[in-house]
């Protein structure tokens, strides 16, 4: 059971009390272990007012603004999924603008698990191929983002085919592993034909450490650094294994576990892959089964 995570919920129109409760009923419905402290801004959402509330706040803030896109105000950014700037990308995406769907090599029928969902980029991508993705994101503010950003999403006809194949669920990847296994264990069916992994990684690994050269961090990724650490190198061996067990349940055809790293990162649990896509800032790395 997860501790109670307690947020100031900031919202900027009292019309927006349906958009509250819907938050909340989000919150019910998906168990996160969240408690929101809601109270209408009588200020605009300037940069001075969050920077205002990054440094006076001793809880998390969450901001609902006038379109009703819910945000995290983290060091006085707000941070949010905004799956509406990936159109473009989204509709475009194929294996050769793709290296994630090089590596995944998926197809509409597919079943694949975005098991650090993050801000669910990826897992858009992955989705764009017509399969069905299970989205595992382990801290409940995240969660209640993605679920948020699913919902407002929903309301556009264009995504909705889109979103009815994205799952969220707040669990990180190790217990939802297990409970896979569990339920081969007990006769359970469910398949999966990739694992994608994009780990939390030290933040000056984006960068060639004899050169300099590589990517900056974003503000995204800032964030993500707020609420999570990099995982040991024990437990990337666990995350990698564990997955590779879920993948090699597949008897009907071989499932691929991705693994994502800066272009200059090391190998995850120094394991070498199979094969490798790359470009001058990322990689993937596949391991098949």
Known sequence: MHDLTHCQLIYVNESQQHQVESLQALIEHHELPIVLN???SVNKLTQKYRQNLTQTATQPV??????DKLSWLSDGLSVAPEWDKLQRRVVSAGRKSELLLQAAKIT???SVIDATAGFGHDSLILASTGAQVMMLEQQPIMALLLLAEQQRMSASPNWQKLMARLHII???ALSYFESLKSDSATGGSRTTDVVYLDPMFPEDSYQDSKTGKGAKVGKHMQALHQLASPPTLDEEGQLLTSAQAV????ALHSGRVVVKRPQHAPTLANQQPTESWHNEAVRFDGYFA
């Open 247 to 250: 993948v090699s349940k597949n």
């Open 108 to 110: 509409a029928d597919s």
């Open 38 to 40: 809601v109270e209408l």
């Open 170 to 172: 707040n669990i990180d």
């Open 62 to 67: 969450l901001l609902l603004d006038d379109k």
